[in-house]
């Protein structure tokens, strides 16, 4: 504890990315009022890859994602400690625009949750910038269209974009927040168990929409689901109780993992 | 169970006997004429005869100018009350104040403007009285203000809880969009609480185009003479919003037998209108409300 009490500045070193790193995490603390959630991460997120975050229920992976986005000041007690960079801006800087910000680092929520919008104006209203004059829907039709691909439902959408977006199915929906947070143009996307309310389908789908993405985007996901964490990330770190446990390349960390803690975890010992 | 069960049979009887007795009294005064010509200036031997067309009129434009102060005003009180809400002390007494309007009975109002709009620099939202160059404080403009003191706050409270139904995960992917606040309430928040907006609105209506006391005081309920000829005229509007007038309910009340028009009939078809306006209006809130229940629970 008293170590991570040194001010921001101590952290300043540590706090620059490297080329092949987009976002880093150093000495992160979060307290809710007066319970500590998260104790000190020091993570990094590789760029063009994809992170898996695992580990039990309320050990604060949600927590640390909605950290990567300052969602987390949404939460009034919350308050945090260390430094979070994205290409070396130190997030949390009061010269930080939180709007630009949340379009850089992106988020797709666990519950599909388009807005009671048509299809078309879920997507154009992630584009369309606070200006006075709306562009009109041709001018982003192009970039509607792109984005709907890049998540793999434009053919499934493409002869109806008026329709309702609640109409879809779940999986639909969930391609659509992709595509919807896509629209921002962010360099990092963040997924919180995005495929936990998707049937084995649905999933495999986004499964391969995630690995598709990777191309352009970071990704940082969040999953209970074991083979899922080996099938689409390229690094997994396990959390236990506000501590990184682990962290290391995928495979290294299902196969030869060096605490007891994630042995026990990915073989489904608890959790 | 039973009891509860008569007592809605009873309500619904009182109120079906009440718009059936309406409807045998009045329905014989009503006809195309009745609701478009003026009424005839009434003196006490020949009553009241000629239209409703004025008070219909009347109603119209209170409910216009009362709408379109209560609508803003309580939609941004709505706003404040629920996405805002700080300081606290201050939300607490807003809330206070909305529950308080909603209590005052609406002839304390009605007093509350004489007084008020009868300012002597407040004489261009009515007339001058001449003696004392006071203002007359009574007016369409005038009653429309008073009038959407009682409209506004069930605009608020309908909005209010509109917006809670509202989830909060829309808010959160709004800004995970890179969205400001503002651009949420304006872009989600306000248009997912739209049946409830409208409800709302109707509701006020509903108030502003039943009350009596303001209009009595405020626009001067003992005139049943019809607007200045050419009222309308684009020249005449704001002479004509600034006058006197008249709306259904003072044109019930005078034309009653308990006013000084003695022709009951008159009064019956009035109120047959006023009954069947609001019945209208009922059902459409109805209908809106209706809706957003249904959405509310396919999710
Ligand atoms: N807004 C909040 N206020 C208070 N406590 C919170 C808040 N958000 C989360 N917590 C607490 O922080 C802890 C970590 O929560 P978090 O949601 O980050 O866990 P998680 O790892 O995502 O769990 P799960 O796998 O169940 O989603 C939990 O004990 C939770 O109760
Ligand atoms: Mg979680």
């Known amino acids: ?271 | 169970m039973l009891l509860a069960w008569a007592t809605g049979l009873a309500l619904c009887g009182t109120i079906a006997t009440m718009v059936g007795w309406l409807a045998y009294n009045g329905i014989g005064n009503v006809s195309w004429d009745f609701l478009t010509t003026s009424p005839a200036p009434g003196s006490l031997q020949s009553g009241v005869s000629g239209g409703i067309l004025d008070p219909l009129v009347g109603s119209l434009f209170v409910v216009v100018i009362g709408i379109a102060f209560a609508f803003p005003l309580g939609v941004g009180t709505a706003i404040f009350l629920t996405e805002y809400r700080r300081p606290s002390w201050f939300a607490r007494i807003v809330d206070t104040t909305v529950d308080m309007i909603f209590g005052v009975p609406s002839v304390v109002f009605a007093m509350f403007g004489l007084a008020v709009f009868g300012a002597s620099y407040l004489t261009f939202l009515s007339g001058e009285v001449s003696t004392s160059g006071q203002a007359t404080a009574v007016s369409f403009i005038v009653s429309g203000l008073m009038l959407a003191l009682i409209a506004f706050p069930p605009i608020v409270r309908a909005t209010e809880s509109a917006i809670r139904t509202v989830p909060n995960h829309q808010r959160e992917a709004a800004y995970a969009l890179g969205k400001g606040k503002l651009t949420t309430i304006r872009r989600i928040v306000v248009p997912g609480a739209r049946p409830g907006i409208i409800t709302g609105v109707m509701l006020g209506v509903g108030r502003i185009v039943g009350d009596t006391a303001i209009a009595i005081v405020l626009l001067g309920g003992t005139v049943l003479e019809p607007m200045a000829h050419g009222w309308w005229h684009p020249d005449q509007i704001t002479n004509t919003l600034r006058g006197s007038g008249s709306t259904l309910t003072t044109y019930i009340l005078y034309a009653s037998p308990a006013g000084e028009g003695n022709t009951a009939g008159k009064a019956y078809g009035a109120a047959l209108v006023l009954m069947v306006m609001i019945l209208v209006l009922n059902g459409i809130v109805r209908k809106v409300s209706g809706v957003r229940l249904k959405k509310g629970s396919s999710r």
């Not at chain 1, 290409?87 to 709007?99: G, V």
């Not at chain 1, 977006?165 to 995005?194: F, N």
């Not at chain 1, 986004?206 to 690094?235: C, G, K, P």
Request: with cysteine; proline share 5%; glycine share 6%.
């Open chain 1, 1 to 271: 504890m008293e170590t991570r009490k040194k001010p921001k500045k101590a952290h300043a070193a540590d706090a620059v990315t490297r080329p092949d790193e987009v976002m880093r995490a150093t000495g992160w603390m979060v307290r809710f009022g007066s319970k500590q959630v998260l104790n000190g991460i020091d993570l990094v997120v590789n760029r063009n890859k994809v992170l898996a975050l695992i580990g039990p229920s309320g050990c604060g992976k949600t927590t640390f994602l909605r950290s990567l986005n300052r969602l987390l000041e949404l939460a009034p007690t919350a308050q945090h400690e260390g430094t979070i960079v994205l290409d070396d801006e130190d997030i949390y800087d009061a010269d930080q625009d939180l709007n630009v910000l949340r379009r850089r680092v992106g988020m797709v929520f666990q519950q599909p949750n388009p807005f009671p919008m048509s299809i078309f104006d879920n997507v154009a209203f992630a584009i369309r910038e606070q200006a006075r004059r709306r562009p009109r829907p041709a001018a982003i039709a192009p970039r509607v269209e792109e984005v709907l691909r890049r998540a793999g439902l434009w053919d499934e959408v493409k002869d109806n974009l008026s329709r309702s977006a609640q109409s879809l199915s779940g999986g639909q929906q969930q391609r659509l927040c992709i595509a919807r947070t896509l629209a921002a143009d962010p360099e990092v996307i963040l997924m919180d168990e995005p495929c936990s309310a998707l049937d084995p389908r649905s999933t495999a789908r986004i499964e391969e929409t995630i690995r598709e993405l990777r191309s352009d985007v970071s990704v940082v996901i969040v999953t209970h689901n074991m083979q899922q964490a080996r099938r689409v990330s390229d690094q997994t770190g396990f959390f236990l109780n506000g501590d990184l446990v682990e962290y290391g390349d995928t495979e290294r960390v299902f196969t030869a993992p060096t605490s007891k803690e994630t042995a026990d975890y990915v073989a489904g010992a608890f959790g």
